[in-house]
Nanobody, 120 residues
Framework: QVQLVESGGGSVQAGESLRLSCATS????????MGWFRQAPGKEREFVAV????????RYAESVKGRFTISRDNARNMVLLQMNRLKPEDTAVYYC?????????????WGQGTQVTVSS
């Protein structure tokens, strides 16, 4: 069974930073591409970032490029999302995700979500 456990959400002012973490098992961490999606109130869930397990390649949504950085902590089987220069429009529930194909298409595994709130 795949388990993804997020942490690190919270409330910040615009321009500040937060770091999200997603912990999982070594089996999941070494088998799947992992990343983050988010869902704002009244909107569909959208892709944020992904890092591949095989070679560490990254891909970002245009809206977060240059502000967010995704990385893998191989020692702790965690995926991190460093979010800088946060904007009110970044407010959403952020979900950790794991799956194949750099998370293109149907994503099989999800975390429970963590709230990020950015006030102006």
């Amino acid at each position: 069974q795949v388990q993804l456990v997020e942490s690190g959400g919270g409330s910040v002012q615009a321009g500040e930073s937060l770091r999200l973490s997603c912990a999982t098992s070594v089996r999941t961490f070494s088998s799947y591409d992992m990343g983050w999606f988010r869902q704002a109130p009244g909107k569909e869930r959208e892709f944020v970032a992904v890092v591949t397990w095989s070679d560490g390649r990254t891909r970002y949504a245009e809206s977060v490029k240059g502000r967010f950085t995704i990385s893998r902590d191989n020692a702790r089987n965690m995926v991190l999302l460093q979010m800088n220069r946060l904007k009110p429009e970044d407010t959403a529930v952020y979900y950790c995700a794991a799956g194949p194909y750099a998370l293109r298409g149907t994503v099989p595994y999800w975390g429970q979500g963590t709230q990020v709130t950015v006030s102006s």
